[in-house]
Every structure is written in structure tokens, then in C-alpha cells.
């Protein structure tokens, strides 16, 4: 539920996620910014739906000159890495390599 909050308070605040220029020897390259995609791609469909809406020109909420657009794209990056973060930690707790002595630890067979 927070996760959706998090989408929807960016959404708000006119923002989007926003496909980085990858082309190495253009002024808009940036590290950071490809990063910062690939955390918010971290959000999983809700992520690869607004980065396409973005590529098609079709999110009419997107507002690059709105002075709150940057804080939306942080929003959008704590929703991915809160979701990646989770996944991990989910994965870990039941299938990971250490699976059998958390449950041997809290009494399970």
C-alpha cells in the first residue's frame, strides 16, 4: 500500500519516470540519471508503464518546467528501491541460503 502511495504522490506532483539519454557523448549523459531509472524500474509494471507513457508522449500529467517534478521523480525512486529492498529481503528469508536456520531459529520444521 505504501508503495502505491509513494506512485501516486509522484503522479501528483507531476512527475514521471523519465527515459535517461544514454548516448555517452551528448551534454544530457549522466550516470546518475541512469541509476536513478533503474531504481525507480525497481516498482516493476507500474514503473515500465509510465516510462513507456513517457517514450509515447501520452502522459498528459508530466510537467518538466513544474517546480515539485523533481521531488515526484524521488518518490518514484523510494517506490522501486522499497519494492526491490522488500523482494530481496522476501527471497532471502524463504529461499535464500540461509532459509533453514531462520526457521529452525523461530522453531520451524
Request: net charge negative; aromatic share 12%.
Amino acid at each position: 500500500m505504501a508503495l502505491s502511495v509513494c506512485i501516486a504522490i509522484g503522479i501528483a506532483l507531476h512527475g514521471s519516470i523519465v527515459l535517461p539519454e544514454l548516448d555517452r557523448s551528448s551534454d544530457g549523459f549522466n550516470w546518475v540519471n541512469i541509476l536513478s531509472y533503474v531504481g525507480q524500474l525497481g516498482y516493476g509494471g507500474a514503473g515500465l508503464i509510465l516510462s513507456l507513457l513517457d517514450k509515447l508522449g501520452k502522459n498528459f500529467w508530466y510537467d518538466a518546467a513544474h517546480p515539485l517534478s523533481d521531488l515526484a521523480s524521488l518518490y518514484f525512486l523510494v517506490a522501486g528501491a522499497m519494492n526491490y529492498f522488500a523482494t530481496c529481503n522476501l527471497y532471502d528469508r524463504y529461499y535464500g541460503a540461509h532459509a533453514g536456520e531462520l526457521s529452525a531459529a523461530h522453531g520451524k520444521k
